[in-house]
């Protein structure tokens, strides 16, 4: 079982959808992050948060420590919207500070 | 450009040879990171400097990897005797201890 867990896999909507992704996580963390790549591109860092909400434009992350549940959702789809949201976390115990561990990724298709 | 470089972006290689990548991070950051990322999977973990020091390194650094970091600044990631299941994309990520998090885009190589 993977240590960071997201859903769905795939997901497919209309433009101006409401669109709402998952992560969850098996272990302590001190923060975690919301990245974007896009196809054949490098990744961009979305959010980083450790507790409650932040909101980036037409994106909002929220963070539950204690369910050690994330969403990312995205309000008024646009295709431009269209790529792979990966969940990651800073596990805080031992000598894996430095790293983030990565989730497999949601990729996201919204058609116009 | 003051993002974080790689190059190159793309290498074809046989199996066999010995291929080495360069990651330029930003200037003001300490911290640096590579991953390797294959199809449909998340990003994986392999090594993180602190400034000149190579503070972790993850058990799919076989040793045939090897990372360097020699004045802190830039890093090369060398693969020697390349195999086919080495083929992947190897991103380097850097930032100031956990803040400004940026990745690169990444080195894509394919071993024939």
């Known amino acids: 079982k993977n240590e960071v867990e997201q859903s769905p896999q795939n997901l497919t909507a209309q433009e101006g959808e409401f669109i709402t992704i998952n992560c969850s996580y098996s272990?302590?963390?001190?923060?975690l992050h919301w990245l974007q790549q896009h196809p054949g591109g490098g990744i961009v860092s979305l959010f980083m948060l450790s507790s409650g909400k932040k909101k980036h434009g037409r994106l909002i992350a929220t963070i539950n420590i204690q369910e050690k549940h994330s969403s990312l959702h995205i309000t008024a789809s646009h295709p431009r919207d269209s790529a792979v949201y990966i969940c990651?976390?800073?596990?805080?115990?031992?000598?894996?500070?430095?790293?983030?561990?990565f989730g497999k990724g949601t990729k996201l298709s919204v058609k116009p | 450009d003051t993002g974080v470089s790689q190059n190159p972006r793309h290498k074809i290689t046989k199996r066999g040879q010995n291929v080495t990548f360069r990651c330029d991070p930003i200037s003001e950051h300490n911290r640096l990171y590579w991953y390797r990322q294959t199809l449909g999977q998340g990003p994986e973990f392999l090594t993180y400097?602190?400034?000149?020091?190579?503070?972790?390194k993850s058990r799919l650094l076989s040793d045939r990897f090897s990372a360097e970091r020699p004045k802190g600044s830039f890093s090369t990631l060398e693969i020697q005797r390349t195999e086919q299941g080495d083929s992947a994309m190897y991103l380097c990520?850097?930032?100031?201890?956990?803040?400004?998090?940026?990745f690169g885009s990444g080195t894509r190589l394919t071993v024939v």
């Open positions: 272990v302590g963390i001190s923060a």
């Open positions: 990651a976390v800073y596990m805080n115990y031992g000598g894996s500070q430095g790293n983030l561990i």
């Open positions: 990520a850097s930032s100031f201890n956990r803040e400004g998090y940026t």
């Open positions: 400097f602190q400034n000149e020091a190579q503070l972790e």
